[in-house]
């Protein structure tokens, strides 16, 4: 009796769900602008052209292991990008990742001398 080849060990079976997973999320932002009428920026059309191109064709889309956790098809910064793109198409406000600005009260108070002289 023969036997089956052995599956894909769990994590080869995550990273191709993985890879499954940003297609269709890359997809999906695509329809979604094009469906509500949303014009994607040159540049919003091309990375979603790019980076479907290269997980279809690498399995992932960046090469430093560094930048995404293992097994994942998309590094966080791309994660980001495409979650932006997604809330543009549906006509929300994208939320910007970066550094809220305070109106400088964080900054430390000196209540001692003012005039400079000791």
Do not use: C
């Amino acid at each position: 009796m023969k036997r089956k080849p052995p599956s894909d060990s769990p994590f080869e079976a995550q990273r191709k769900a993985a890879q499954r997973s940003a297609l269709n999320a890359l997809k999906r932002a695509r329809r979604s602008a094009e469906k509500a009428g949303v014009s994607l920026s040159e540049w919003e059309g091309e990375f979603l052209d790019s980076v479907s191109d290269r997980v279809k064709t690498h399995g992932r889309a960046f090469a430093d292991p560094e930048k995404g956790a293992p097994g994942q098809a998309l590094s966080a910064m791309q994660g980001r990008k495409l979650k932006e793109i997604a809330a543009k198409a549906k006509g929300e406000e994208p939320k910007r990742w970066g550094r809220i600005k305070t109106s400088g009260s964080n900054r430390p108070q000196d209540y001692g001398n003012t005039t400079g002289k000791g």
